[in-house]
T-cell receptor, first 114, second 112 residues
């Protein structure tokens, strides 16, 4: 499977703990996006990278959230001091650079904060 | 920033009937409008998209129409089948450098 892969698929953590998720995009895609999806809602944009540069961050992304893409390939999303409101599906997507290239999503990481 | 509204939130149709889902957007600079299908527990998958220089696009049983003046676009599914049952999301983006903004989704149920 050469699609977008995310790890882990599921994560259960206690409030206050830190968690880190990984995303491996499609290899030739230089853009990588993180979205969050809660039940009954559409994906909400968090942040995106072009190669290793983080180009935009949503106001949804509090200072407890940090994302990296150090070598312009895989990316990590870390949430520090998790809160119950962080429980959601975290989706990664990648695309080619260029106007309106389609986003290809991974299967997501489902986070449950207890 | 862009705001995308999607209606209805749920839609039930008999197998073989047509389904229509409508979206409106707020930013007149938006020029790209994809539709994604998300089956339960699976990733959103692109099913069709349209750019602002085109009024209509069709791919087999699905079609999308765009009205730039009114700032709305619609997904049409004809001859619906049970496997069309899923949540459908519309999205819009003002430019290639601006991330997609999604609607809240429409849960389509096709009743056999």
């Amino acid at each position: 499977d050469t699609g977008v892969s995310q790890d882990p698929r599921h994560k259960i953590t206690k409030r206050g703990q830190n968690v880190t998720f990984r995303c491996d995009p499609i290899s030739e895609h230089n853009r990588l996006y993180w979205y969050r999806q809660t039940l009954g809602q559409g994906p909400e944009f968090l942040t995106y990278f072009q190669n290793e540069a983080q180009l935009e961050k949503s106001r949804l992304l509090s200072d407890r959230f940090s994302a990296e893409r150090p070598k312009g390939s895989f990316s990590t999303l870390e949430i520090q001091r998790t809160e119950q409101g962080d429980s959601a599906m975290y989706l990664c997507a990648s695309s080619l650079q260029g106007n309106n290239s389609p986003l290809h999503f991974g299967n997501g990481t489902r986070l449950t904060v207890t | 920033g862009e705001n995308v509204e999607q209606h209805p939130s749920t839609l039930s149709v008999q197998e073989g009937d047509s389904a229509v889902i409508k979206c409106t957007y707020s930013d007149s600079a938006s020029n790209y409008f994809p539709w994604y299908k998300q089956e339960l527990g699976k990733r959103p998958q692109l099913i069709i998209d349209i750019r602002s220089n085109v009024g209509e696009k069709k791919d087999q049983r699905i079609a999308v129409t765009l009205n730039k003046t009114a700032k709305h676009f619609s997904l049409h599914i004809t001859e619906t089948q049970p496997e069309d049952s899923a949540v459908y999301f519309c999205a819009a983006t003002p430019s290639g450098n601006t991330p997609l903004v999604f609607g809240k989704g429409t849960r389509l149920s096709v009743i056999a």
